[in-house]
Protein backbone atom coordinates (compact mmCIF):
# COMPACT_ATOMS: atom_id res chain seq x y z
CA UNK A 1 0.00 0.00 0.00
CA UNK A 2 1.37 3.14 -1.18
CA UNK A 3 0.09 6.25 -0.13
CA UNK A 4 1.87 10.19 -0.65
CA UNK A 5 4.41 7.89 -2.15
CA UNK A 6 5.29 6.07 1.03
CA UNK A 7 5.53 2.49 0.44
CA UNK A 8 4.04 0.88 3.91
CA UNK A 9 3.88 -2.49 2.82
CA UNK A 10 0.80 -5.30 2.30
CA UNK A 11 0.70 -6.13 6.20
CA UNK A 12 0.33 -3.48 9.16
CA UNK A 13 0.59 -4.35 12.70
CA UNK A 14 -2.56 -3.59 14.71
CA UNK A 15 -2.29 -0.39 16.56
CA UNK A 16 -0.26 -1.52 19.97
CA UNK A 17 0.31 -5.45 18.55
CA UNK A 18 3.89 -4.36 19.38
CA UNK A 19 3.46 -1.64 21.80
CA UNK A 20 4.23 1.80 21.58
CA UNK A 21 7.68 1.78 20.03
CA UNK A 22 7.85 -1.92 18.96
CA UNK A 23 9.15 -3.41 21.92
CA UNK A 24 7.00 -6.10 21.59
CA UNK A 25 5.33 -8.03 24.42
CA UNK A 26 6.64 -11.30 26.83
CA UNK A 27 5.03 -13.78 24.79
CA UNK A 28 6.64 -12.38 22.16
CA UNK A 29 9.67 -13.26 23.19
CA UNK A 30 8.76 -16.17 23.90
CA UNK A 31 7.78 -17.08 20.76
CA UNK A 32 10.96 -16.00 18.81
CA UNK A 33 13.12 -19.08 18.67
CA UNK A 34 9.96 -20.92 17.46
CA UNK A 35 9.84 -18.45 14.48
CA UNK A 36 7.83 -15.43 15.14
CA UNK A 37 9.24 -13.25 13.21
CA UNK A 38 7.18 -9.75 13.61
CA UNK A 39 10.12 -7.55 11.69
CA UNK A 40 8.61 -7.26 8.14
CA UNK A 41 5.28 -5.71 9.87
CA UNK A 42 4.98 -1.79 9.15
CA UNK A 43 4.97 -0.77 12.73
CA UNK A 44 1.77 1.15 14.35
CA UNK A 45 2.26 2.36 17.47
CA UNK A 46 0.04 1.66 20.54
CA UNK A 47 -3.08 4.29 20.51
CA UNK A 48 -1.93 7.65 22.45
CA UNK A 49 -4.38 10.22 23.67
CA UNK A 50 -3.21 13.70 24.27
CA UNK A 51 -3.23 13.57 28.19
CA UNK A 52 -1.72 10.40 30.30
CA UNK A 53 -4.52 7.94 31.03
CA UNK A 54 -4.34 5.22 33.06
CA UNK A 55 -7.31 2.90 31.05
CA UNK A 56 -7.51 -0.78 33.18
CA UNK A 57 -3.72 -1.83 32.37
CA UNK A 58 -1.43 -0.87 34.83
CA UNK A 59 1.96 0.58 33.37
CA UNK A 60 5.81 0.08 34.10
CA UNK A 61 8.03 3.08 34.04
CA UNK A 62 9.29 1.88 30.08
CA UNK A 63 5.37 2.06 29.24
CA UNK A 64 5.15 -2.39 29.29
CA UNK A 65 2.37 -3.98 31.00
CA UNK A 66 2.87 -4.53 34.45
CA UNK A 67 1.44 -7.65 34.91
CA UNK A 68 2.02 -10.50 32.80
CA UNK A 69 -1.53 -11.34 32.05
CA UNK A 70 -3.70 -8.36 33.01
CA UNK A 71 -7.32 -8.79 34.65
CA UNK A 72 -8.29 -6.62 31.60
CA UNK A 73 -7.56 -9.03 28.95
CA UNK A 74 -9.33 -12.94 28.57
CA UNK A 75 -7.61 -15.35 26.32
CA UNK A 76 -9.76 -18.49 24.59
CA UNK A 77 -6.07 -19.23 22.97
CA UNK A 78 -7.81 -22.87 21.40
CA UNK A 79 -10.76 -20.89 20.05
CA UNK A 80 -8.23 -17.61 18.51
CA UNK A 81 -10.41 -15.59 20.85
CA UNK A 82 -9.38 -12.59 22.91
CA UNK A 83 -11.12 -10.19 24.54
CA UNK A 84 -9.82 -7.00 25.87
CA UNK A 85 -10.52 -3.78 27.72
CA UNK A 86 -7.60 -2.17 28.12
CA UNK A 87 -9.20 1.34 28.14
CA UNK A 88 -6.59 3.09 26.42
CA UNK A 89 -3.41 3.03 28.78
CA UNK A 90 -0.75 5.40 27.82
CA UNK A 91 1.29 7.52 29.36
CA UNK A 92 0.21 10.40 26.81
CA UNK A 93 1.66 12.05 23.71
CA UNK A 94 4.31 13.86 25.43
CA UNK A 95 5.67 11.26 27.56
CA UNK A 96 6.07 9.13 25.00
CA UNK A 97 6.99 11.87 22.31
CA UNK A 98 10.05 12.40 24.95
CA UNK A 99 11.21 9.18 24.56
CA UNK A 100 12.43 9.66 21.29
CA UNK A 101 12.16 6.25 20.26
CA UNK A 102 9.73 7.46 17.19
CA UNK A 103 12.17 9.44 15.53
CA UNK A 104 14.70 7.10 15.44
CA UNK A 105 13.08 4.39 13.80
CA UNK A 106 14.42 4.18 10.43
CA UNK A 107 11.57 2.69 8.05
CA UNK A 108 7.75 3.98 7.13
CA UNK A 109 5.64 3.54 10.07
CA UNK A 110 2.45 5.13 11.56
CA UNK A 111 1.27 6.92 14.97
CA UNK A 112 -2.22 5.67 16.30
CA UNK A 113 -4.12 9.05 18.30
CA UNK A 114 -7.18 9.52 19.74
CA UNK A 115 -9.21 12.46 20.82
CA UNK A 116 -10.63 11.99 24.39
CA UNK A 117 -12.99 15.05 24.80
CA UNK A 118 -16.35 14.40 26.21
CA UNK A 119 -17.93 16.84 22.35
CA UNK A 120 -16.90 16.82 19.25
CA UNK A 121 -15.40 20.40 19.63
CA UNK A 122 -13.46 19.45 22.58
CA UNK A 123 -11.74 16.23 20.72
CA UNK A 124 -11.45 18.53 17.45
CA UNK A 125 -8.89 20.62 19.87
CA UNK A 126 -7.29 17.99 21.74
CA UNK A 127 -6.40 16.50 17.92
CA UNK A 128 -5.59 20.20 16.69
CA UNK A 129 -2.93 20.37 19.94
CA UNK A 130 -1.63 16.47 19.11
CA UNK A 131 -1.14 17.27 15.65
CA UNK A 132 0.62 20.47 16.71
CA UNK A 133 2.88 18.72 19.30
CA UNK A 134 4.38 15.83 16.53
CA UNK A 135 4.71 18.94 14.32
CA UNK A 136 7.35 20.68 16.60
CA UNK A 137 8.76 17.25 16.66
CA UNK A 138 8.35 16.08 12.69
CA UNK A 139 11.82 17.74 11.40
CA UNK A 140 13.87 15.28 14.02
CA UNK A 141 12.00 12.12 12.61
CA UNK A 142 14.39 10.12 10.68
CA UNK A 143 11.81 8.08 8.73
CA UNK A 144 8.39 8.87 6.92
CA UNK A 145 5.55 8.10 8.70
CA UNK A 146 1.22 8.32 8.60
CA UNK A 147 -1.18 9.36 10.85
CA UNK A 148 -3.76 6.95 12.19
CA UNK A 149 -6.60 8.76 13.75
CA UNK A 150 -8.68 6.60 15.94
CA UNK A 151 -12.08 7.01 15.52
CA UNK A 152 -13.26 3.32 16.42
CA UNK A 153 -14.15 3.82 19.48
CA UNK A 154 -16.99 5.54 20.05
CA UNK A 155 -17.53 8.61 22.41
CA UNK A 156 -20.83 9.52 21.01
CA UNK A 157 -24.26 7.94 19.50
CA UNK A 158 -23.24 9.66 16.12
CA UNK A 159 -25.64 9.30 13.25
CA UNK A 160 -24.29 9.19 10.11
CA UNK A 161 -24.30 13.23 9.38
CA UNK A 162 -22.68 13.39 12.87
CA UNK A 163 -19.79 10.93 11.75
CA UNK A 164 -18.99 12.43 8.78
CA UNK A 165 -18.85 15.56 10.08
CA UNK A 166 -16.27 15.15 12.66
CA UNK A 167 -14.41 13.01 10.36
CA UNK A 168 -14.05 15.49 7.81
CA UNK A 169 -13.34 18.36 10.59
CA UNK A 170 -10.61 15.91 11.48
CA UNK A 171 -8.62 15.26 8.58
CA UNK A 172 -9.13 18.93 8.24
CA UNK A 173 -6.97 19.57 11.63
CA UNK A 174 -4.56 16.62 10.96
CA UNK A 175 -3.97 17.37 7.38
CA UNK A 176 -1.67 20.23 8.42
CA UNK A 177 0.73 18.05 9.01
CA UNK A 178 1.36 17.19 5.81
CA UNK A 179 1.56 13.12 6.49
CA UNK A 180 -0.97 10.37 4.54
CA UNK A 181 -4.09 10.43 6.89
CA UNK A 182 -5.94 7.09 7.93
CA UNK A 183 -8.95 7.07 9.45
CA UNK A 184 -9.38 3.78 11.74
CA UNK A 185 -13.63 2.62 12.28
CA UNK A 186 -15.12 -0.09 13.46
CA UNK A 187 -17.83 -1.75 11.44
CA UNK A 188 -19.93 -1.89 14.73
CA UNK A 189 -20.30 1.82 14.88
CA UNK A 190 -19.29 3.05 11.40
CA UNK A 191 -22.38 3.42 8.91
CA UNK A 192 -21.45 2.35 4.93
CA UNK A 193 -22.90 5.49 3.79
CA UNK A 194 -20.80 7.71 6.13
CA UNK A 195 -17.74 6.32 5.58
CA UNK A 196 -17.82 6.11 1.60
CA UNK A 197 -18.99 9.57 1.85
CA UNK A 198 -15.61 10.57 2.96
CA UNK A 199 -14.08 9.20 -0.93
CA UNK A 200 -14.50 12.89 -1.59
CA UNK A 201 -12.05 13.92 0.93
CA UNK A 202 -8.74 15.18 -0.37
CA UNK A 203 -6.67 14.54 3.24
CA UNK A 204 -8.37 10.99 3.39
CA UNK A 205 -5.64 8.88 1.90
CA UNK A 206 -6.85 5.76 3.67
CA UNK A 207 -9.04 3.99 5.82
CA UNK A 208 -8.74 1.48 8.83
CA UNK A 209 -11.14 -1.24 9.61
CA UNK A 210 -12.19 -2.86 12.06
CA UNK A 211 -11.29 -2.48 15.57
CA UNK A 212 -12.53 -4.87 17.98
CA UNK A 213 -16.09 -5.72 18.54
CA UNK A 214 -18.06 -4.49 21.87
CA UNK A 215 -19.05 -7.42 23.88
CA UNK A 216 -22.62 -7.88 23.07
CA UNK A 217 -23.09 -6.20 19.71
CA UNK A 218 -26.13 -7.67 18.18
CA UNK A 219 -24.15 -8.89 15.11
CA UNK A 220 -22.91 -11.57 17.01
CA UNK A 221 -23.76 -15.31 18.83
CA UNK A 222 -21.52 -14.35 21.73
CA UNK A 223 -23.66 -17.49 23.62
CA UNK A 224 -22.30 -19.52 20.53
CA UNK A 225 -18.82 -17.57 20.34
CA UNK A 226 -18.16 -17.02 23.32
CA UNK A 227 -20.20 -19.27 25.71
CA UNK A 228 -22.67 -16.61 27.67
CA UNK A 229 -23.99 -13.22 26.87
CA UNK A 230 -22.54 -11.54 30.12
CA UNK A 231 -18.82 -10.33 29.16
CA UNK A 232 -16.17 -11.52 31.80
CA UNK A 233 -15.14 -7.87 31.83
CA UNK A 234 -18.43 -6.46 32.39
CA UNK A 235 -16.48 -4.53 35.42
CA UNK A 236 -14.18 -2.59 33.06
CA UNK A 237 -17.25 -2.17 30.34
CA UNK A 238 -17.23 -5.63 28.62
CA UNK A 239 -14.46 -5.32 26.00
CA UNK A 240 -14.01 -5.62 22.54
CA UNK A 241 -13.58 -8.93 21.01
CA UNK A 242 -10.94 -9.65 18.57
CA UNK A 243 -10.25 -12.70 16.50
CA UNK A 244 -11.80 -15.33 13.82
CA UNK A 245 -15.34 -14.21 14.16
CA UNK A 246 -14.49 -11.02 12.81
CA UNK A 247 -13.18 -11.68 9.63
CA UNK A 248 -16.25 -12.57 7.27
CA UNK A 249 -18.55 -9.89 9.02
CA UNK A 250 -15.53 -7.24 7.99
CA UNK A 251 -15.16 -8.90 4.92
CA UNK A 252 -18.81 -8.06 4.10
CA UNK A 253 -18.91 -4.71 5.40
CA UNK A 254 -15.70 -4.13 2.89
CA UNK A 255 -17.52 -5.38 -0.19
CA UNK A 256 -20.49 -3.48 0.83
CA UNK A 257 -18.14 -0.11 1.16
CA UNK A 258 -16.43 -0.86 -2.49
CA UNK A 259 -20.58 -1.38 -3.67
CA UNK A 260 -21.38 2.25 -2.45
CA UNK A 261 -18.37 3.93 -4.14
CA UNK A 262 -15.92 3.79 -2.18
CA UNK A 263 -12.16 3.73 -4.32
CA UNK A 264 -9.84 4.52 -1.22
CA UNK A 265 -7.04 2.08 0.15
CA UNK A 266 -8.68 0.18 2.83
CA UNK A 267 -6.12 -1.65 5.47
CA UNK A 268 -8.45 -4.40 6.68
CA UNK A 269 -8.21 -6.64 9.46
CA UNK A 270 -9.77 -8.86 11.88
CA UNK A 271 -10.31 -12.66 12.42
CA UNK A 272 -6.73 -13.07 10.42
CA UNK A 273 -5.43 -16.20 11.48
CA UNK A 274 -4.07 -18.23 8.54
CA UNK A 275 -2.66 -17.79 5.44
CA UNK A 276 -6.67 -18.58 3.76
CA UNK A 277 -7.79 -15.25 5.49
CA UNK A 278 -5.63 -13.56 3.56
CA UNK A 279 -7.24 -14.15 0.59
CA UNK A 280 -10.37 -13.46 1.80
CA UNK A 281 -9.49 -9.79 2.84
CA UNK A 282 -7.91 -9.61 -1.12
CA UNK A 283 -10.81 -10.56 -2.50
CA UNK A 284 -13.29 -8.35 -0.53
CA UNK A 285 -11.77 -5.18 -1.72
CA UNK A 286 -8.94 -4.87 1.02
CA UNK A 287 -5.92 -2.64 -0.15
CA UNK A 288 -3.70 -3.82 2.60
CA UNK A 289 -4.46 -5.69 5.61
CA UNK A 290 -3.21 -5.68 9.80
CA UNK A 291 -2.67 -8.68 11.89
CA UNK A 292 -3.19 -8.10 15.68
CA UNK A 293 -4.47 -11.33 18.00
CA UNK A 294 -2.86 -13.77 15.69
CA UNK A 295 0.41 -13.12 17.31
CA UNK A 296 -0.96 -13.84 20.61
CA UNK A 297 -3.14 -16.78 19.59
CA UNK A 298 -1.43 -18.18 16.89
CA UNK A 299 2.36 -16.89 16.56
CA UNK A 300 3.54 -19.79 14.68
CA UNK A 301 1.18 -18.67 11.63
CA UNK A 302 2.16 -14.59 11.21
CA UNK A 303 5.43 -15.59 8.92
CA UNK A 304 2.85 -17.64 6.33
CA UNK A 305 0.29 -14.60 6.38
CA UNK A 306 2.86 -12.47 6.16
CA UNK A 307 4.44 -14.46 3.18
CA UNK A 308 0.75 -15.13 1.45
CA UNK A 309 0.04 -11.35 1.45
CA UNK A 310 3.05 -10.33 -0.52
CA UNK A 311 2.35 -13.11 -3.04
CA UNK A 312 -1.22 -11.47 -4.11
CA UNK A 313 -2.34 -8.26 -5.77
CA UNK A 314 -3.85 -5.72 -3.76
CA UNK A 315 -6.20 -2.70 -5.25
Same mark, same amino acid.
Given at each position: MKLRGIDFGNVLGASGVQGFFGEGYWFHRLW? %? &??? #??? #?? +?FVAKTATMWPRSGNMALKKNFEPRNLFPSCVKVKPWRGLVLNAVGLSNPGLLALLARE???KRTKPFWLSLMPMGNTANERLEELRTMVNLIGLEKENFSAPFGL?????? %?? +??? #? %????? !? !??? @?MLNVAGTLGVPLMLKFSIASA?? !? @???????HA?? #????????? %? &???????WQNVWGGTTSPLAEFGGGGLSGGVLRPLVCKWMVSLRKAGFTKPINGGGGILCADDVDAFNRAGASS? &????VAMVRPWRVKSIIKQANKLDWR
Open positions: R %P &FGL #DLS #DL +TSWQQINLSC %PN +TNH #D %PGQLI !E !ESD @API !E @AVAALNDMC #DAICVSNTL %P &FGWQGIDI &FIGS
